[in-house]
């Protein structure tokens, strides 16, 4: 069985990274999308309800699960049995970050990374800034599965300037 995670904090979900999802689920027998719990930074939404989100964007695939996790990812991916790690690359200002935690992570515990070039269509994007516009009532219906448009409206609808 190969097994991939793909992690993140996923506050929330973006088309970003249901890309990087789905192509992943296309190359392994099976995908888990790790959750980061941060006890040190609090999100939009809770780690709960990011689940939720993640679980019903990724229904229609019959090999992708979800799960939250804490402390090192390399530990989360040795409880799931899963030897290899998939991430999105949106741009080369990525790389540099991502690779000194790839060359971490496979000294820590030998768990591989691939990187996956993000779908272009998507390489400005980030859970940041999809906030952003949608706090001020940006449309961001491009950007986000309708569920998750419909949770940040009712989250974070503000009074506009003006
Ligand atoms: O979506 P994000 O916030 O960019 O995801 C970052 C994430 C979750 C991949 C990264 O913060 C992480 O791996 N955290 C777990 C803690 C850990 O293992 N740290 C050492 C990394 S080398």
Not at 114 to 121: G, S, Y
């Amino acid at each position: 069985m190969r097994r991939a995670v793909c992690p993140g904090s996923f506050d929330p979900v973006t088309n970003g990274h249901l890309d990087i999802i789905g192509r992943a689920s296309r190359l392994f027998d099976e995908v888990i999308v790790g959750v980061l719990v941060n006890q040190s930074k609090s999100g939009l939404f809770t780690v709960d309800e990011r689940i939720a989100m993640l679980r019903e964007v990724t229904a229609s695939y019959d090999n992708v699960r979800v799960a939250s996790f804490q402390g090192l990812l390399v530990d989360f991916c040795r409880e799931q049995q899963a030897s290899v790690l998939v991430k999105g690359l949106r741009a080369v200002s990525d790389f540099d970050y991502e690779l000194q935690m790839a060359q971490m992570n496979i000294g820590l515990a030998g768990v591989e990374t691939l990187f996956m070039p993000t779908n272009p269509l998507y390489s400005f994007l980030s859970s940041s800034l999809v906030k952003d516009v949608a706090k001020w009532g940006g449309d961001v219906s491009p950007h986000v599965p309708d569920l998750v448009r419909e949770q940040l409206r009712a989250r974070l609808t503000v009074e506009r300037p003006g």
